[in-house]
């Protein structure tokens, strides 16, 4: 059973920093890519970052490009979520997802379809 479970959102100002964490059960969660999207209020779920099973390749959507990093622990099953410089439009609760695998070697994928496990989410709000 792979349980993936975020925690580390929160209510920030504009330009404020949070960083999400994504704990995930099983010991194959090093040998899988696992990604971050989110859902705001009344849009679609939307690509935000992913990382290959090694982390040697990362992904990120033009909207948080420079601003959020993507980084993994395997030894710690987690991978992390580093925002900085967010703005309202950030709001919207964040999901991690684990991706293809084992040992994917492919393009990371940016497409919800191609992730099947899923976290509940956390609530990320930016307020300006």
């Known amino acids: 059973q792979v349980q993936l479970v975020e925690s580390g959102g929160g209510s920030v100002q504009a330009g404020g920093s949070l960083r999400l964490s994504c704990a995930a059960s099983?010991?194959?969660?090093?040998?899988?890519?696992i990604a971050w999207f989110r859902r705001a209020p009344g849009r679609e779920r939307e690509f935000v970052s992913a990382?290959?099973?090694?982390?040697?390749?990362?992904r990120y959507a033009d909207s948080v490009k420079g601003r959020f990093t993507i980084s993994r622990d395997n030894a710690r099953n987690t991978v992390f979520l580093q925002m900085n410089s967010l703005k309202p439009e950030d709001t919207a609760v964040y999901y991690c997802?684990?991706?293809?695998?084992?040992?994917?070697?492919?393009?990371?994928?940016?497409?919800?379809?191609?992730?099947?496990?899923w976290g509940q989410g956390t609530q990320v709000t930016v307020s300006s």
């Open positions: 990382i290959s099973w090694g982390g040697r390749t990362t």
């Open positions: 997802a684990r991706g293809p695998g084992p040992y994917y070697s492919g393009d990371v994928p940016a497409v919800s379809h191609e992730y099947g496990y």
């Open positions: 099983g010991r194959t969660f090093s040998t899988y890519a």
